[in-house]
């Protein structure tokens, strides 16, 4: 790890570079005045996010924070991820209606192993810290806990908005849920954070992270709120587990298609939260797109190049805008198309009766038979550019099978 530790002061930056660095993808700084003093003061700041690898992989609603943690590493400071494999077992309840099925740590070490590579699609490597919370919490006794827990009351924790409107409605809430806050906030005691950042969603226990430190003779943390992005379904928050997300893994062409697909009204919001353009700009793109002059197609393939050279390149980010061109506005087949084996009845003049569930489900194309069912009966499944209404269809060797929008396959009998 880089041993230089000079650090840029806030104040010397120009006027536009401290209003992109406390303004730009910001929702709230706690409080603001003690973050200013902290970047002033000349020597490395501690600043925590955590994540807990519940689904294998990030999206861009996770890039927010992780942008704004980029830039202030570009200042000198350093970033710590927090890999929280402990909590994960419980699930954060953060914006949750219902208890969470636990995690077995098999599946949490499947989920983590996917973190490393893409975090450092954003953040500094070499300028990262990473931790992961059994460091501390395997050595915890439940002497450890009961003295924890005799900190906060069960008054404090139901005043949690997602713990009050489930416990109003009757609805369970798990005793290991509370535990969630109280967990995420000895984190921050663990490895003494100067920031915690998070989105919105996070306030509570951010704070709660703040006062526990007070309570055990730390300085109190800092904590930085970040927007919560909105996902590809134009109405809730980015999330795996409602399939709305852009994940900074995907390849190139399914990235972009996906940007493509956002609605007309998130456009700016991705503008501003996910890309380096200038404010300036941003607030001449806004009245354009308000006023009606500009062309939303014209801005969203903008946005989509912007998103998709940070994390491929822009000889990738070219090739996935010509090919959304071709395959999605001028209706032409995509150049390379993978081959799917399959096997079935020969029913005469080169036709074959097939089954389509099991090879695509098997080759990842399609999560479930269930979800192929379900875009059958949507109409979003096609062989040879004919819709089927069920899931046995007749094909030739080299027949085409387009599932939903941007999966197209290549059948190949065996």
């Known amino acids: 790890m880089s041993g230089d530790t000079r650090v840029t002061l806030l104040r010397d930056l120009p006027q536009a570079r401290r209003d992109f660095l406390l303004r730009r993808g910001v929702a709230e700084i706690i409080p603001e005045s003690e973050f200013i003093s902290l970047l002033n003061r000349g020597t490395p700041a501690r600043l925590k996010e955590g994540f807990d690898p519940s689904s294998p992989d990030i999206h861009l609603g996770h890039v927010v924070g992780l942008r704004k943690l980029r830039q202030l590493q570009d200042l000198g400071h350093k970033v710590i ?56 919490f395997s050595k915890f006794t439940l002497d450890t806990v009961i003295r924890l827990t005799a900190r906060f009351t069960v008054a404090q924790i139901l005043a949690r908005e997602d713990f009050n409107k489930r416990y109003n409605a009757g609805s369970p809430i798990s005793l290991c849920e509370t535990l969630y806050p109280l967990l995420q ?32 003779g730390q300085n109190p943390q800092q904590v930085f709120f970040t927007p919560i992005l ?51 700009e941003i607030v001449e793109l806004r009245h354009s797109f308000e006023s009606g002059a500009a062309n939303p197609m014209q801005l969203k393939k ?15 980010a070219e090739q996935a805008d010509q090919h959304f061109t071709r395959v999605h506005q001028q209706h032409e087949l995509p150049e390379d198309m993978p081959d799917v084996f399959v096997e079935g009845d020969a029913e005469g003049d080169g036709l074959t009766r097939v089954e389509l569930a099991r090879p695509l489900v098997d080759g990842g194309y399609v999560k479930s038979a269930s ?44």
């Open 371 to 414: 979800e192929l069912k379900r875009l059958v009966a949507q109409n979003a499944v096609e062989v040879d550019g004919a819709k089927v209404d069920e899931l046995s269809v007749l094909v030739r060797d080299g027949s085409v099978v387009k599932v939903g929008r941007r999966t197209f396959v290549r059948l190949r009998l065996k």
């Open 230 to 280: 909105v996902g590809t379904d134009g109405k809730s928050k980015m999330s795996k587990s409602l399939g709305n997300y852009i994940g900074v893994a995907e390849p190139p062409e399914q990235m972009y298609g996906k940007v493509m697909s956002l609605d007309d009204g998130l456009i700016i919001d991705y503008f501003d939260l996910v890309t380096d353009i200038p404010d300036g």
């Open 302 to 316: 903008r946005l989509a190049r912007e998103i998709t050279t940070q994390f491929h390149g822009q000889a990738a």
């Open 81 to 136: 991820l927090i890999v929280g494999n402990w909590t994960a077992r419980i699930g954060d309840p953060s914006g949750q209606s219902a208890t969470r099925p636990m995690l077995t740590e098999q599946q949490i070490e499947q989920n983590a192993r996917t973190y490393m590579d893409q975090f450092f699609k954003v953040v500094d490597k070499d300028r990262t810290e990473v931790r992961w919370q059994t460091e501390w």
């Open 185 to 216: 906030a000895y984190d921050s005691v663990a490895i003494d954070s100067d920031v915690e950042f998070g989105g919105t969603d996070q306030k509570f226990n951010c704070l709660l992270g703040r006062e526990l430190q007070q309570m055990m």
